[in-house]
């Protein structure tokens, strides 16, 4: 029950007890009000949020601080790349941001201040993305009372897939780095639809040479800590067994007996297992983001079609696309639930789309000819 005292200028003071914190000290909420009724209301509406359990007890904590609780809490809920990932946007854009700002202080115009300023630095979907997580960070603290809720997020960039190459991009980017190391890495990509952190985390016993058939169900990936780390595929739908052609099953045996290595002048190698048991160790002994980089600094040195290995994996896609391959085959391949298959990759086959309309077209005119 609220203690409610007249104070000496005539307004009305309710006193509610809230709670204890976490060293066991009691909390009580403030609410003044002109008139003794205005503050009984107040009172019993706060008392209401107590009973609901919508209350928080957040007023003088540090936002910031806030954040990097929630985002340790919450650790085992997401997978290591969005840890990591969160704890970037800690880093670089709420930290920086809120400074030592306490709840108490926080309004809608500076969630506003905050969308704005990102969108003066980043894409539209990359400031979605941030605010997105900030978003359920707010309510866990505020509740209802969340400065948020009425924050209306920046629709995500339309993806521009002008740089997925076409079948002549492809074979050009193929033949500038046919015979050298990369061939298999890009061939994997391209011609099997693997993802960069798979494609890195294969080992010899991985393939079966026999049956040119690629067991996918590791994959190499960012872990809490911010460090690379072999780990299974994210998705049932991930573990998987490829088919490849033998020419590169050929070349991937090559790289097993003589092993993976660059030029040192174009990028250092970064070798992850320290195992003696051959059949054990990685295919391709080098960390992912390494290899992106790499890769880029290839594209410009040798003047190849733009591209990465995520745009040779929607080549693959593609590939399968406009050669027939049934949409639950396709997805399988891929390691994707067929409804992101359908949603994510099909509509770039344009040219099949376009086929398949005219085909249409002409079967419903022969049949009002012979009707």
């Known amino acids: 029950m609220a203690s409610i005292k007249k104070r000496p200028n005539g307004t009305y003071q309710a006193t509610i007890y809230i709670g204890r914190?976490?060293?066991?000290?009691?909390?009580?909420?403030?609410?003044?009000?002109?008139?003794?009724?205005?503050?009984?209301?107040?009172?019993?509406?706060?008392?209401?949020?107590?009973?609901?359990?919508?209350?928080?007890?957040?007023?003088?904590?540090?936002?910031?601080?806030?954040?990097?609780?929630?985002?340790?809490?919450?650790?085992?809920?997401?997978?290591?790349?969005?840890?990591?990932?969160?704890?970037?946007?800690?880093?670089?854009?709420?930290?920086?941001?809120?400074?030592q700002m306490k709840f108490k202080d926080l309004k809608e115009i500076h969630i506003k201040k905050l969308q704005n300023e990102l969108l003066g630095k980043i894409s539209q979907t990359s400031t979605r993305?941030?605010?997105?997580?900030?978003?359920?960070?707010?309510?866990?603290?505020?509740?209802?009372?969340?400065?948020?809720?009425?924050?209306?997020?920046?629709?995500?960039?339309?993806?521009?897939?002008s740089d997925v190459p076409t079948p002549e991009k492809f074979r050009a980017i193929h033949d500038s780095v046919r015979g050298t190391r990369d061939e298999p890495i890009i061939l994997l990509a391209g011609w099997c639809g693997l993802r960069r952190e798979e494609i890195f985390a294969l080992k010899p016993n991985d393939l079966d040479f026999k049956s040119n058939i690629i067991r996918i169900d590791e994959a190499y990936v960012i872990n809490d800590q911010g460090e690379y780390q072999i780990k299974t595929t994210k998705s049932e739908n991930g573990l998987r067994a490829v088919a490849a052609p033998p020419y590169l099953m050929d070349l991937i045996k090559v790289v097993i007996r003589d092993g993976?290595?660059?030029?040192?002048?174009?990028?250092?190698?970064?070798?992850?297992?320290?195992?003696?048991?051959?059949?054990?160790?990685?295919?391709?002994?080098?960390?992912?983001?390494?290899?992106?980089?790499y890769l880029a600094k290839l594209v410009r040195d040798k003047k190849i079609p733009k591209t990465r290995l995520h745009f040779l994996r929607h080549y693959h896609a593609t590939w399968l696309y406009e050669n027939d391959v049934l949409d639950h085959l396709a997805a399988e391949r891929l390691g994707h639930d067929i409804r992101v298959l359908k949603?994510?990759?099909?509509?770039?086959?344009?040219?099949?789309?376009?086929?398949?309309?005219?085909?249409i077209i002409e079967l419903q005119e022969q049949e009002i000819k012979s009707s």
Not at 133 to 144: G, S, V
Not at 261 to 268: G, P, Q, S, T
Not at 270 to 289: A, C, S
């Open 260 to 293: 993976f290595a660059l030029r040192k002048k174009e990028r250092k190698i970064v070798e992850i297992t320290d195992k003696k048991d051959k059949e054990d160790k990685l295919i391709f002994p080098m960390r992912p983001d390494s290899y992106t980089s």
């Open 129 to 161: 993305r941030i605010m997105s997580c900030l978003r359920p960070i707010l309510y866990d603290a505020l509740k209802n009372k969340s400065p948020m809720r009425e924050i209306k997020l920046p629709k995500e960039d339309k993806v521009d897939y």
């Open 21 to 99: 914190d976490e060293d066991g000290k009691q909390l009580f909420k403030y609410v003044t009000k002109p008139t003794m009724k205005e503050c009984k209301a107040a009172a019993r509406e706060i008392e209401q949020q107590i009973a609901d359990g919508e209350l928080t007890y957040v007023d003088n904590i540090r936002i910031s601080e806030y954040i990097k609780n929630w985002i340790d809490m919450h650790n085992n809920q997401y997978s290591p790349t969005v840890t990591v990932l969160y704890k970037g946007y800690l880093k670089n854009h709420f930290r920086p941001f809120f400074k």
């Open 343 to 359: 949603a994510i990759y099909q509509h770039l086959g344009v040219k099949k789309k376009e086929q398949i309309n005219t085909k």
